[in-house]
């Protein structure tokens, strides 16, 4: 029997597996990170390169003007709320089943008046809605 004292291995750690590990975090972070710098933008809307624009009967167009008005079909709505824009759009829509709302909104219109048009339509039970914008060609946009 051997009694004397038997030497104590001091425990090493192995730093490999966790450098394999810090390496893989290390690439998962790089690969989903999204760089973003906050820029000023400066937009320019509307201006689409579109196809010819096409009659058709069940259009209903709704022309928003730079200061608020409206017009539905080349007739001029009366007040700028959702209700009066509503029952001008129900009134257009009662001889065409099916109607497209194409919004034909001036560039420097607000916002608020195009959201205005899609809330009266919602309400006039009318669920297709269009943006008509002009192509860039004519609008000299990109052209030197």
Do not use: C, W
């Amino acid at each position: 029997m051997n009694f004397r004292p038997r030497q104590k291995e001091e425990p090493e750690i192995n730093l490999i597996p966790f450098i394999d590990v810090l390496l893989v975090i290390l690439i998962f972070l790089m690969l989903t990170t999204t760089y973003s710098k906050f820029t000023e933008m400066q937009l320019t809307l509307p201006v689409a390169d579109t196809e010819q624009m096409r009659d058709r009967p069940k259009e209903i167009i709704v022309a928003v003007a730079a200061d608020g008005r409206y017009a539905v079909n080349k007739m001029v709505v009366n007040g700028k709320g959702v209700d009066s824009m509503a029952s001008a759009l129900r009134n257009a829509a009662k001889s065409q089943s099916g109607s497209i709302i194409v919004i034909s909104a001036d560039a420097t219109a607000t916002h608020q008046a195009v959201i205005t048009v899609m809330e009266a339509a919602r309400r006039a039970g009318l669920t297709q809605i269009t943006f008509a914008t002009q192509s860039s060609a004519s609008a000299g946009v990109g052209n030197p």
